[in-house]
Nanobody, 117 residues
Framework: QVQLVESGGGLVQAGGSLRLSCAAS????????MGWYRQAPGDKRELVAS???????NYVDSVKGRFTISRDNAKNTVDLQMSSLKPEDTAVYYC???????????WGQGTQVTVSS
């Protein structure tokens, strides 16, 4: 089992920055992929960025060049640095961990990010 707790959301003006952090606990050494998803009201949840155990990253086109996903092994966190934020980035952001060996798909509780114009 893996437990995930997000932090760092809030209200920011367009053009500003926020840093989200996801603290992982439990069987963290079994995690194959960690990612950040977001869901705006009325929309489907979408993958924003992911980072696999090999260090490969993947970003949705709309955030490329603005968001950066990174891992801090000492703190067991995966962070999402968000810059040049736009109102359309407003959503609840969720941390996700995938454990292939047990077909595990774990989620945090979500953190709200609101970007005002």
């Amino acid at each position: 089992q893996v437990q995930l707790v997000e932090s760092g959301g809030g209200l920011v003006q367009a053009g500003g920055s926020l840093r989200l952090s996801c603290a992982a606990s439990g069987d963290i050494h079994s995690i194959d992929v960690m990612g950040w998803y977001r869901q705006a009201p009325g929309d489907k949840r979408e993958l924003v960025a992911s980072l696999n155990s090999g260090g490969d990253t993947n970003y949705v086109d709309s955030v490329k060049g603005r968001f950066t996903i990174s891992r801090d092994n000492a703190k067991n966190t995966v962070d999402l640095q968000m810059s040049s934020l736009k109102p359309e980035d407003t959503a609840v952001y969720y941390c996700n961990a995938i454990v292939v060996a047990v077909q595990g798909d774990f989620w945090g509780q979500g953190t709200q990010v609101t970007v005002s114009s």
